[in-house]
């Protein structure tokens, strides 16, 4: 519902502090989730400057979780997802799968079938470039089956049920994630965390850990982020002097999630210092190992490296890593197109387009379905279709590739 005290009257900035204020956050966090600082916010939020162009203020919008645009610039409706594109096809199947109250009659499948079918839908996820639609036809039967195992078997067995069912609940995020269905993807966090409470695992504990943590930063929510990330890395520290690779590659991961979000909170080094930590446990993995859910493991930690000179606003070191990192043999089509997307934020915020064109255009060849619900992908796509010059058609191409309206 919009709010009746903000239909009309205030101008843009005014409507801005307003939604800001409400959600108790600062000038300063704000600037860092859209790329600004808190001085370019307290301009704007004043008055001193122009009102933000349409992908800045689609960025102002989703930092502050207004649905519609026309709440920050005033007029009729302007639904933000009318920018963004619709949800997935399989998205209706998939929640139909996952709000089902009853669970379904018939004979449990086999634990061990099961763990197999889960793992096969971590690879197959990897190895396309469409992965969410290789998703959606998976997960419904996936999810129904594990429901049916953990509710059927009993004592260790229904305990290696529910490890697996938190498995296919952290698999369903994958999919859900950048998708119009927050209330879902909510319902998956809880549900994957009890699961793995009950199976008393402490991988699935991890997994589920590190999933709730990003849904926490991806709602602006950083204290609670970094919270649920120390408590687990408390809770994980006594078992870790016997863990085994698989725990190893998630007790990293989670060091680098409270990397990921101090750099998104603007607090620079404290970002590093524990992205060295994640990097020197990064260095104690086998070589090869990739960690088929995090993708934890020691090329990944060039590409957290990028994200994390980004998200600092730290122009040169960002680009420092892109160069360096460009070209990685990340083994995950998905996961090498999330990483092109960052390279694309680095050359842009040092000014190249024409280099975050050519990353942006590389993402889309390695996984087309990634940049086509990367909120920050089709805000630069958009930008960069703006501008005057040689890049105008190749952007435009991308954008109408990507389904972004210019």
Do not use: C
């Amino acid at each position: 519902m919009r709010d009746e005290r903000m239909e009309s009257g205030p101008d843009v900035g005014a409507r801005i502090r307003y939604f800001r204020e409400r959600r108790g956050m600062s000038r300063e966090v704000l600037g860092g989730l859209v790329g600004r600082s808190g001085r370019w916010v307290k301009a704007v939020e004043r008055g001193e400057i122009g009102q933000p162009k349409l992908p800045l203020l689609l960025s102002v919008a989703e930092a502050l979780k207004v649905r519609d645009i026309a709440e920050l610039v005033g007029g009729r409706p302007m639904p933000a997802d009318m920018f963004r594109g619709p949800g997935h096809p399989a998205l209706p199947a998939v929640r139909e799968a996952l709000n089902a109250v009853a669970v379904p009659p018939g004979e449990p499948p086999a634990l061990g079938a099961l763990k197999a079918r889960l793992d096969a839908a971590w690879r197959a996820r990897h190895a396309a470039p469409d992965h969410r639609t290789v998703l959606g036809a998976l997960l419904p039967e996936l999810v129904r089956d594990a429901r049916l195992a953990a509710h059927a078997y009993e004592g260790d067995e229904r305990r290696r049920a529910l490890a697996v069912l938190a498995g296919v609940y952290n698999l369903a995020q994958f999919f859900l994630a950048y998708q119009p269905s927050a209330d879902l993807l909510w319902r998956v966090v809880e549900r994957s965390l009890m699961a793995a409470e009950e199976a008393d695992d402490p991988r699935a504990f991890a997994g589920a850990v590190w999933l709730a943590a990003q849904a926490h930063r991806d709602a602006a929510d950083f204290d609670a982020a970094e919270a649920v990330n120390r408590e687990a890395l408390e809770r994980l520290a006594p078992r870790m002097a016997d863990a085994d690779t698989e725990l190893l590659a998630l007790w990293g991961a989670l060091h680098h999630e409270v990397a990921y979000t101090a750099a998104r909170s603007g607090r620079r080094g404290t970002a590093w210092r524990w992205w060295e930590k994640a990097d020197g446990v990064a260095r104690r993995l086998p070589p090869g190992h990739y960690d088929p859910m995090t993708s934890f493991s020691r090329v990944v930690m060039g590409a957290h490296a990028v994200t994390v000179a980004v998200e600092t606003r730290q122009g040169g070191e960002a680009l420092r890593q892109a160069a360096r990192t460009a070209s990685a043999e990340i083994p995950s089509q998905p996961r090498r197109g999330r990483h092109l997307i960052e390279v694309a934020r680095a050359w842009r915020l040092g000014g190249d387009k024409a280099a975050a064109l050519a990353s942006l255009k590389d993402a889309y060849v390695a996984a087309p379905e990634t940049i086509r619900f990367n909120g920050y992908a089709r805000r630069m796509a958009q930008d960069l279709a703006g501008e005057r010059g040689a890049l105008q058609r190749d952007a435009r191409e991308l954008a109408d590739r990507i389904g972004v309206l210019v």
